[in-house]
């Protein structure tokens, strides 16, 4: 067996049952190999699209997803999805061939593109440790949560990997940090002394509902989340819904009246936390992660706590309070918020557009949201059931990625409704992609919310020429029957019909809605969201 066989079939036995990619001549027998092992293959029409797949796959899936490039050319073009992972600590590998000859055309420092975006740079270095390093590439993925850049040369991969390193076995699991007895004793005092504390969960707190709903019934906790983990504490009454730059009046309220703020496997960054505007004066602020890196990284914090999120809940369980449970907390829904609908006869505004689509779509649903001036519209407005239902590829704030995020979240969740909410700039630099969800037979509803802007530019540099960032009106629902979608125009609450019939049909095809929004104003995010620049 040649490296490039050995290769392919030790990632797929490491537990990579999933790739996606553009296939070139150097990274052909490497797709096919792993393909041969089990693994299951999707084309995409462009690099960049398929990074962002398998970046949304491995974070709704839990498991670890690989990206299958050519040498040079198909690295450079797949790097912005490679960077939102790698910010993201996505547990993916992308598989590059490599060209070690400097006079090649395909010829770039991958390493150094590697690490230039946050991604772990690994290389087969022989015929005879081709297997093991694979392996290894794999288990630092998932044990290190990194994306990982595994370059394979062509000069080894025509070569025959002896028969005794052939051998391959599954990565395991990962083991939970257990937290030291002081750090947990310090928490269970804070949180006995609160009285108005306020939990806030993220991605590191996925899976962890049960322990923490626990500990807040104990303490007098209300919950929220960071955008990446929505949805965690779904159907929970002491539920504040998103923290930070999506929140609702009433829900930064409530966090702004907490004198303790414990952060769950949640960075607390500046998003998060609204630029420190969500954390009162006087509020002590406690970290816990299994990263001890992580700890204080963005704000200065009191306690810092090292361990799973799971484990140091159930240990710090205290006595019963009633802590910040004194009266019920009231909504703290978006669309509970009134607002004046600046719907006319040919826009719809995108408030009502989301309520709308809220009614309508199942309750079991995946939602994944481009960036952009309309992207808080469908964070805050459509609900989902639980923590994997919104996947929220927003680390590099790259406009794009939104189609392609919706695709691997439809592939990990094959049981729930896809979701893509765009705008018309991402949906048009992503429009490649329109032909993989027809050819993968998704039953997915794209929804563009279409300005004919880059919306966020128009409404932060407003007494400047915008002729850079407006564009005529483009029929995107007759782009997306081009592609073989079924389509409808929504300019009116009445033409969201399409949508009903849609759902109540075969759907057999995706559909996209060309939804024209209002664009007099910038959306309520925006301001904080410049801040960050």
């Not at 006995?192 to 993220?202: C, S």
């Not at 504040?240 to 496997?265: K, M, N």
Request: with cysteine; net charge negative.
């Amino acid at each position: 067996m040649n490296v490039a066989a050995a290769v392919g079939q030790a990632l797929a036995a490491a537990g990579v049952r999933q790739v996606f990619g553009v296939v070139g001549s150097g990274n052909f027998h490497l797709t096919n190999a792993m393909v041969a092992a089990g693994a299951r293959f999707v084309a995409a029409r462009h690099e960049g699209g398929a990074a962002t797949m398998a970046d949304a796959y491995a974070r709704m899936s839990g498991t670890v997803a690989a990206l299958s490039v050519h040498q040079g050319c198909g690295l450079t073009n797949a790097m912005t999805g490679i960077a939102e992972a790698a910010k993201s600590r996505t547990p993916m590998i992308v598989v590059a061939a490599e060209a070690s000859e400097p006079r090649s055309n395909f010829y770039v420092d991958q390493d150094a593109l590697a690490r230039s975006v946050g991604a772990l740079p690994l290389r087969i270095t022989s015929a005879d440790t081709a297997v093991a390093e694979a392996s290894k590439a794999v288990a630092t993925a998932a044990h290190e949560r990194r994306t990982v850049l595994l370059n394979v040369p062509l000069s080894l991969q025509p070569l025959e990997a002896p028969e005794g390193t052939l051998d391959a076995a599954p990565v395991p699991e990962r083991e939970p940090v257990l937290p030291e007895a002081g750090a947990v004793a310090a928490l269970a005092d804070l949180l006995r002394r609160a009285e108005r504390p306020v939990f806030v969960a993220g991605r590191g707190a996925r899976g962890a509902r049960q322990a923490l709903e626990a500990l807040a019934e104990r303490c007098g906790a209300l919950l929220a989340t960071s955008a990446v983990a929505h949805g965690l504490f779904n159907g929970n009454p002491w539920s504040l819904g998103i923290s930070g730059g999506f929140a609702s009046p009433r829900t930064a309220q409530l966090i702004r009246g907490a004198d303790l703020i414990v952060g769950w496997g949640c960075a607390l960054n500046m998003w998060t936390m609204r630029h420190g505007q969500l954390i009162a004066p006087d509020a002590t602020v406690v970290q816990v992660d299994d990263d001890a890196a992580a700890l204080g990284a963005h704000r200065e914090i009191q306690l810092g706590v090292t361990g799973d999120v799971g484990l140091t809940a159930a240990l710090v369980l205290g006595e019963q309070r009633r802590g910040y449970r004194t009266t019920d907390p009231g909504s703290v829904r978006w669309r509970d918020v009134g607002y004046d609908d600046m719907s006319t006869a040919d826009r719809i505004d995108p408030r009502t557009l989301s309520i709308a689509l809220d009614d309508l779509l199942p309750a079991e649903r995946v939602i994944a949201v481009d960036s952009g001036n309309f992207m808080g519209y469908p964070s805050a407005y459509l609900e989902v059931p639980d923590e994997n239902g919104l996947c929220f590829t927003q680390a590099f704030q790259s406009v794009g990625l939104g189609l392609a995020t919706a695709i691997g979240a439809a592939l990990a969740r094959p049981d729930r409704l896809p979701v893509a909410a765009l705008g018309d700039g991402g949906a048009l630099m992503s429009a490649a992609e329109l032909d993989t969800v027809r050819r993968l037979g998704l039953p997915m509803l794209v929804v563009v919310y279409n300005d004919e802007a880059y919306g966020a530019e128009v409404h932060h540099f407003t007494g400047y020429p915008l002729d850079t960032v407006t564009f005529p009106p483009t029929d995107i629902a007759a782009i997306g029957r081009g592609y073989g979608f079924e389509a409808a125009t929504v300019r009116t609450v009445a033409d969201l019909d399409a949508v009903r019939d849609w759902l109540h049909g075969p759907r057999s095809k995706p559909l996209l809605l060309d939804a024209k929004v209002v664009s007099d104003q910038p959306s309520w995010w925006l301001e904080e969201a410049f801040r960050g620049h």
